[in-house]
């Protein structure tokens, strides 16, 4: 596991390098050939560059899926109602035998002392 994420963290500098060798008008690196009879030219240089970004960009995406299915591949299967839990509310009561003036003064207010 920990030799996926090396490897992931060494792709991601390497398709930063490889980005930023690039020009987005078409330049980059193959700016500095101008001959086209030269061997490596503009045109070559251009599409190891792209050719080298697809690559690096597909291999991340895969070590990163394959990452992830390892983690989460020793995870249990929770359902969302499982972990809502219900009110303690102390001992269960038949809500038949509740005594509903409970704790209510019923005394008269005429015989309520002043």
Do not use: H, Y
């Amino acid at each position: 596991m920990v030799a996926i994420s090396i490897i992931i963290v060494i792709i991601c500098a390497l398709l930063a390098l490889v980005v930023l060798a690039q020009n987005p008008k078409g330049g980059g690196l193959a700016a500095g050939f101008t001959g086209a009879q030269q061997i490596g030219g503009v045109q070559r240089t251009a599409d190891f560059l792209e050719k080298g970004t697809w690559t690096l960009a597909g291999s991340l995406m895969v070590l990163c899926l394959v990452s992830a299915g390892l983690q989460g591949g020793d995870a249990q299967e929770v359902d969302a109602f499982d972990t809502i839990e219900t009110p303690v509310t102390g001992e269960d009561v038949d809500p038949s035998q509740v005594d509903p003036n409970a704790g209510v003064d019923t005394t008269p207010a005429a015989e309520l002392p002043e």
